[in-house]
């Protein structure tokens, strides 16, 4: 109860900031795009890991302003790159599950990118599996109503949740993102660097970008390079960092 009193303040009292990570295009070694991760400066605590604090806020509902807060505030984040000439960089922004239900939810995507001016073809909203899990009808209109207003949908944490891969087909999703589970023996497990080939060539075949999360070297882009994979992601380029240490592509 401590800990929820203190991260409802936490947002009144602007503890609450976002790093960035960049994602980097593996034909041309660019940053193309950064996900938005949140942090939460606690005064007594610290810096405190989402893992932390996000189940919690799951539970109590708090994400849901929380949600609304780390879209504005990446979309706020895009504007500054933009004035700096960085507008073509994509901006990744992770929605939980109890945001992604509430009956507003579209509505507040709307709202924030008209009132911030965020182009919303750079705008990628990151969802899970479990999310779309049910596969129904609703769900399916929610995200082509998000769709409808021109934002751009990945699944982030590809292959651990229930997969089934009919769903991928009837989705209106964009971009997959291969969990970091599958990229981290990569180089060293045939049945995993397998596992990778098979998901970009899926990915490709319907459509869909592919990101590699959590690649830590050279050994592991190189073989995501060889298999045709799209994006990268991962402390090899940049751990998630604040805003003014991120580096802008040249
Ligand atoms: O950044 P880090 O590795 O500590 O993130 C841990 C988990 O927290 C990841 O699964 C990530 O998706 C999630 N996370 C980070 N930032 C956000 C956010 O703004 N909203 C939601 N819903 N989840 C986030
Ligand atoms: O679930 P999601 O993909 O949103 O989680 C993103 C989190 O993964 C980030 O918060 C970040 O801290 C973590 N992460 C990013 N790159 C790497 C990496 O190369 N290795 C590891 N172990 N974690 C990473
Ligand atoms: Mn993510
Ligand atoms: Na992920």
Not at 16 to 28: E, K, N, S, Y
Not at 101 to 111: L, N, P
Not at 168 to 183: A, W
Not at 243 to 249: I, M
Request: net charge negative; with cysteine; glycine share 8%.
């Amino acid at each position: 109860l401590a800990l929820e009193s203190a991260l409802h303040r936490a947002l009144a009292r602007e503890e609450l900031v976002l790093h960035f990570q960049p994602l980097v295009d593996i034909g041309t070694q660019r940053t193309v795009a950064a996900e938005a991760l949140l942090r939460w400066r606690h005064p007594e605590l610290g810096l405190v890991p989402p893992a932390d604090f996000i189940p919690l806020a799951e539970e109590t509902g708090l994400i849901v302003p929380i949600g609304e807060w780390v879209l504005r505030a990446a979309c706020l984040q895009h504007a500054q790159w933009r004035a700096a000439g960085h507008g073509e960089l994509r901006m990744l922004v992770n929605i939980s599950a109890r945001q992604f239900r509430h009956e507003g939810f579209t509505a507040t995507v709307a709202r924030v990118i008209a009132e911030t001016g965020m182009p919303a073809a750079q705008l990628t909203l990151e969802l899970t599996e479990t999310m779309l899990m049910d596969g129904s009808e609703h769900i399916i209109g929610v995200l082509e109503g998000l769709r409808a207003l021109g934002v751009h949908l990945a699944l982030d944490d590809f292959g651990t949740g229930y997969s089934s891969l009919a769903y991928l087909k009837r989705f209106p999703i964009d971009e997959l993102k291969i969990d970091r589970l599958f990229i981290r023996d990569i180089d060293r497990n045939d049945n995993d660097a397998a596992i990778a080939e098979a998901i970009v060539k899926l990915a490709h075949s319907l459509g869909l970008r592919v990101v590699a999360e959590g690649v830590e070297t050279a050994a592991q882009l190189e073989i995501l390079a060889r298999h045709g994979c799209d994006l990268a992601q991962g402390f090899h380029f940049s751990k998630p960092i604040e805003a003014g240490r991120f580096v802008l592509p040249g």
